[in-house]
DNA sequence: TATCTCATGTAAGAGGTTACATGATTCG
DNA sequence: CGAATCATGTAACCTCTTACATGAGATA
């Protein structure tokens, strides 16, 4: 409900290509809590332009053409506008917290570790990236961006501890006590033997 | 891409209707992980038993009509060979953090501390939830559960931690320093202030 | 008796991704 | 000169949400 907004936000910074709001999203810090793709890029900048809120700059020829796009006074104000709005809360989606949350005893918990082990590679990447980002000596953050690069900063140092927390206690067998009150473990391994049991009786 | 592996994987727990998996979903712990609609719910319950994924069990008449779902055996083989794959690197849209990002000096920073505020409640109410639901009494989690339920109250303990630092370097007015070798935000301020010249110049 | 919760379902469409097509320029 | 990068764009498709329609049973 926001790639239009993010579009202007980005090109508040500076005018860009469409490529280069790619690049942003892509490899930079907006990646850090935005994504989108050409097939969304493109299309949103002819939208934005034919409604208003950007237009082309026209390139003096350094040969390659190329479109850059910048905001204009009513795009500037959607942006501003955009921005006082009070944000969404984030809806997550994490796929190794319901696999994790729906795994059992039945299922080798080495693969689970595995799960972890990859996820724990992937977060400490982005957080050398996340560190050494804003002393590289040539990106742009400013004070406010600060704030969020080091919102990713706990939030991943925070991920890391449980990931280690977690192996641990999966590689000792000393996972914490959940809560049982029905024998819900008890019965669905039950019902999963059984349907396994009815499979192999065919 | 997987909102039906998500569907086998909370009928994993127990036979339930549509209805039953948007409350877990909605006000229940698997909603922390993931999200889904009666839209997306009632039709892909279709599918699934189509592709002998899941089959309806009769009710012996309550008097309320009502579809329970049980896994076949070929819905709990599936259900498992998702769970031994390898999960995706979560995607994050964050609007606050995306606004954050973008936000410059000439816009009264109250605003924003306004959206961390509404942030922090949230978030406090998310945590208040995760801490109390392990210990309700009824609910079912099981140990590896609980692993998701930490992983939950870590990352909404680190957010809480850095929504203080945040309200508080913005109220005191001492942002951390960024990163601007080109004077990017003279040169943002400039070129807004510009836009917003020529609006009144018309 | 009215409202809330339980319960199933569909239609329309917003929103997005993937994969492809195309070509210029720069770098090793 | 070949590969990587810069650059623009579209078509097909999926996925999912919103909003609506409908109604029974429980509760206050």
Chains 1, 2 share one sequence.
Not at 31 to 48: E, H, Q, T, V
Not at 123 to 147: A, C, H, Q, R
């Amino acid at each position: 409900m926001s790639i239009e907004q993010s579009i202007l936000a980005i090109l508040s910074f500076w005018p860009s290509t469409g490529y280069d709001i790619n690049s942003e999203v892509e490899h930079k810090a907006a990646g850090l809590y935005w994504g989108m793709s050409y097939g969304s890029i493109y299309p949103k900048l002819k939208k934005l332009e034919e409604e208003g809120f950007i237009y082309p700059i026209e390139q003096e020829e350094k040969g390659r053409k190329k479109k850059l796009y910048e905001l204009t006074p009513k795009g500037w104000e959607e942006f501003e506008n955009w921005l006082r709005l009070p944000p969404a809360y984030p809806k997550v989606k994490d796929e190794l917290l319901m696999k994790m949350s729906t795994w059992h005893e039945d299922i080798e918990s080495s693969i689970l570790i595995g799960h972890l082990l990859k996820r724990k590679e992937t977060t400490e990447d982005l957080l050398e990236f996340v560190k050494g980002w804003p002393t590289n000596g040539i990106s742009y953050i400013s004070n406010f961006g600060m704030l969020s690069i080091r919102y990713a900063e706990i939030r991943l140092e925070a991920e890391l501890k449980w990931i280690e927390e977690s192996i641990n206690a999966l590689e000792k067998n000393q996972l914490p006590k959940g809560q049982d009150p029905n024998k819900n473990t008890e019965k669905l391994l039950a019902r999963r033997r059984e349907a396994i049991q009815d499979e192999k009786g065919k």
